[in-house]
DNA sequence: GCCGAAACTGAGCGCTCGCTTAGAACGCTC
DNA sequence: GAGCGTTCTAAGCGAGCGCTCAGTTTCGGC
């Protein structure tokens, strides 16, 4: 049995490594809450709100405010990465795979618009440690990307001259859906990660 | 004789039209610690304290901290507004137009990037007659763009199933240049900008 | 049905926030 | 050099913040 949580944009958030009940409660609330209006305009009293709570019941679950955003950081990138390393580890040419990642990527983006943005967006408002840490993961993201490329290229399947800023504006592509896609607009999370497979295809000189 | 401001990073910030000049200093030390910290995470002593003046020194020169804001929001989409416009009015065929925009917008988010991550990020902040304001302005800029484009597969020159998604996907591109951008990395703003015309010259498919 | 641990609440502490006010200092006009 | 509007500061107000704590409720194990 689920315990999946439906959120107001009808997304299916599988929370479920987040135990017990009460605290993935909160941590959806958060997450919700830091996506509207921002990690440090969003008080304690609304997250605690949102899951149904008193202020003081957060302070149960978590140390402190910090350490929701810690905790919603970490798993999302842990599931951005996942993403990225089962694409890169498909068994079709670069072609294939670079088009399968980008796509996944771009559906976890747009269909988790609400997590995808505190994950992306928010990483400054963490500490020191806890943004190393993240960083870290980011430069895994970045790796994966830039496997396929490298392979695409020495098969010859791609174009591209330069690697690095490539990766880094294909990555760069995906992560800003994040900021601009709307769930009430025309495209759903299907058609953009199709668009912007096939833009992604163009920009490293792959055939069609 | 010129009154522009030279900031830490060595960006020239000509914030001329913003006059007296202890209300200038003010904006350019709120555009530093919105990008910095954003909006919510800055306080007006801070902002106070950058301009080497008092924090009520702030009030004599801007009603609210939301003020500031929104000044900063506007003139920088301005500019933007302005950047592509030139770009879309020059005589060149629509490969070089397009060119010539991406570049320069690039440009722009690269060595404003101070500026333009106010401009690009903070826009939630605002109160819903600014922003509703703002967003017209990035209608006008999205406009801009996608008449280059529409021009292009117009004669021939472009390959584009889907004119208004690829506008997006190209100024989100552009646009997502000043959250990763670093000063101190190792690419100028102009290699930056000569990269992502490249690419967005191959995303439409125009001939080399 | 009793007990102890875990989960939770109501009240509120100490602090910092955006912003205000009273008055001092400055610069311009005549 | 008197008068006056403008620009600035020192002090601080009311509100809301993250977070704490004493005490109540809940609940599984026996």
Not at 61 to 68: F, G
Not at 132 to 159: K, P
Request: with cysteine; net charge negative; charged share 30%.
């Amino acid at each position: 049995m689920s315990t999946a949580e439906e959120t107001a944009g009808g997304e299916i958030e599988p929370w479920d490594e987040v135990t017990p009940d009460a605290a993935r409660r909160l941590l959806v609330a958060a997450v919700e809450a830091f996506a509207e209006r921002g990690y440090h305009a969003t008080t304690t009293r609304d997250i605690a709100g949102r899951a149904g709570m008193s202020p003081a019941a957060l302070y149960i679950h978590y140390k402190t405010k910090e350490e929701l955003l810690h905790r919603i950081s970490r798993i999302g990138h842990d599931r951005a990465l996942d993403i990225l390393r089962t694409a890169a580890a498909g068994d079709g040419d670069a072609t294939l795979r670079l088009a399968e990642a980008v796509s996944s990527f771009v559906r976890w983006h747009a269909g988790r618009r609400t997590t995808a943005r505190v994950v992306q967006y928010e990483l400054d408002a963490l500490g020191p440690e806890a943004r190393a840490e993240i960083l870290d993961l980011r430069r895994q993201v970045d790796a994966e990307v830039r496997g396929i490329i490298e392979d695409g290229v020495a098969t010859g399947e791609f174009d591209v001259p330069d690697v690095h800023g490539t990766t880094l504006a294909v990555l760069s592509l995906c992560i800003d859906v994040a900021r601009w896609f709307n769930v009430d607009g025309p495209r759903t999370p299907d058609e953009v990660g199709a668009l912007y497979a096939d833009l992604v295809l163009r920009m490293v000189g792959a055939a069609k």
